[in-house]
C-alpha cells in the first residue's frame, strides 16, 4: 500500500488549498478513504470519510461547510478541497486507509494558516 500526499503549503486565513493523494499498490476503488490531521502538540484528529463510489462522506464538526473530501477512483486518487482556512486548520494532513484491520498512512502534507 502507498499513499502520497501532496497540495500543502502555507496560506492566508480564509484562503484555500486542495489536498490529493496518490494511491497505489491496491484497489483503491474497494476501500473507504479518509483524511486525518495532526497540529503540532496534539494528537491526530479524524477530518473526513469518503466511501468505495463517493457517494456517502461524513465531516468532524470543526470542518464541515468548509471542507470536501472527493475521490477518483479512475486516476486512484483522493482530495480534500479546503475553502475558508483558519489558523486552527494548520496541521500535517494524512491521507489514511484501512485494510485488513490494518491502518496505512502516507507521510503527510503541511498546511500552514498563517497572516
Known amino acids: 500500500v502507498q499513499l502520497v500526499e501532496s497540495g500543502g503549503g502555507m496560506v492566508q486565513p480564509g484562503g484555500s488549498l486542495r489536498l490529493s493523494c496518490a494511491a497505489s499498490?491496491?484497489?483503491?476503488?474497494?476501500?473507504?478513504m479518509s483524511w486525518v490531521r495532526q497540529a503540532p502538540g496534539k494528537g491526530p484528529e479524524w477530518v473526513s470519510t469518503?466511501?468505495?463510489?463517493?457517494?456517502?462522506?461524513s465531516y468532524a464538526d470543526s470542518v464541515k461547510g468548509r471542507f470536501t473530501i472527493s475521490r477518483d477512483n479512475a486516476k486512484n486518487t483522493l482530495y480534500l478541497q479546503m475553502n475558508r482556512l483558519k489558523p486552527e486548520d494548520t496541521a500535517l494532513y494524512y491521507c489514511?486507509?484501512?485494510?485488513?484491520?490494518?491502518?496505512?498512512w502516507g507521510q503527510g502534507t503541511q498546511v500552514t494558516v498563517s497572516s
Open positions: 489514511e486507509t484501512r485494510i485488513d484491520e490494518y491502518d496505512y
Open positions: 499498490e491496491f484497489t483503491f476503488s474497494n476501500y473507504d
Open positions: 469518503i466511501n468505495t463510489d463517493g457517494g456517502n462522506t
